[in-house]
């Protein structure tokens, strides 16, 4: 299997797609906007040429970038030995793409989703074989951070979860199997509602945000704290993860902060929209990685 697909040119998308290509694989990047497209071409050669852990040669970079096809035709996938879903964390946009790609797609072909927390066996009901989709849950940033998620649903198969299996081996990642599908999975699980309190603390005037985040990264070994991670991960983000969890549970511990719904109804969105809880010319507060 050499020949794979992500769906997704965002963030996650764009770092997925160097990861797999670092370590030789044939990617072929696929978004319905060909622009974001070749914007993360761009952006991955701009990480590569800047990375010093190890510094790659130009030769190296090259080899790495032209493993990268891109498309926006759904009809460029029928070829492709293995499929990575990172489009928008929505189950309805979700959904749509996956009966996209069934319809071109060869029936053996896995479709691997990267979600944060998102149901896989809801996920795979609008598939005539729900047995191909398993959930792989990707970490920022991809091509550095170690550790994935492997999520089985309620009709995934052996074949398709040995087969996700041996795929993530293949990039030396160390992988974790979630036996029991639930909200969030594992990470998402323990650290969002940290993240939460975090805001609560804020909210209720405690402390200092700066004191928030120095008390995580400096006694908790933290390499960045809550409220900075709470702007990279994006405040509309982490409400639709709190939502989501608040919903599948009712258990009032995940019902997000009222700061943060009043941050996002405001358009304070962290780093992305250039203000969250601090404000951002440049990630100040981050140690290299999140």
Avoid: W
């Amino acid at each position: 299997m050499r020949k794979i697909a992500v769906l997704g040119a965002g963030t996650m998308g764009s770092g997925i797609v160097q990861l797999c290509a670092e370590h030789g694989y044939d990617v072929l990047l696929f978004d319905i906007d060909i622009k974001a497209c070749e914007k993360a071409v761009q952006k991955i050669s701009m990480f590569l040429q800047r990375s010093t852990r190890p510094k790659k040669s130009e030769e190296e970079i090259k080899t790495i970038l032209d493993n990268i096809g891109i498309t926006s035709d759904y009809n460029d996938l029928a070829k492709v030995e293995y499929v990575i879903e990172a489009v928008t964390e929505k189950m309805e946009i979700k959904k749509e793409v996956l009966k996209k790609l069934e319809e071109v797609c060869m029936e053996e072909v896995v479709f691997a989703t990267n979600t944060s927390g998102l149901n896989i066996t809801e996920m795979s009901s609008v598939l005539k074989n729900p047995a191909r989709l398993i959930g792989t849950h990707y970490f920022y940033p991809p091509p550095k951070n170690q550790l994935i998620e492997i999520i089985r649903g309620f009709h995934t198969s052996e074949t398709t979860e040995n087969i996700a299996k041996e795929f993530v081996n293949s990039l030396g990642k160390k992988a974790i199997f979630i036996k029991k599908e639930a909200p969030l999975f594992v990470f998402n699980r323990i650290v969002v509602p940290m993240i939460n309190e975090a805001i609560l603390v804020l909210e209720e005037g405690i402390c200092e945000k700066e004191e928030i985040d120095d008390a995580l990264m400096i006694a908790g070994g933290h390499p960045v704290g809550p409220l900075t991670l709470a702007d990279l991960i994006g405040l509309d983000t982490l409400l639709h993860v709190m939502d989501t969890i608040f919903a599948e549970t009712g258990d009032p511990k995940y019902r997000p902060a009222s700061l943060l719904k009043q941050m996002v109804r405001a358009g304070l969105l962290g780093k992305k929209s250039g203000k969250g809880f601090y404000e951002y010319t440049q990630v100040e507060r981050t140690v290299s990685q999140v």
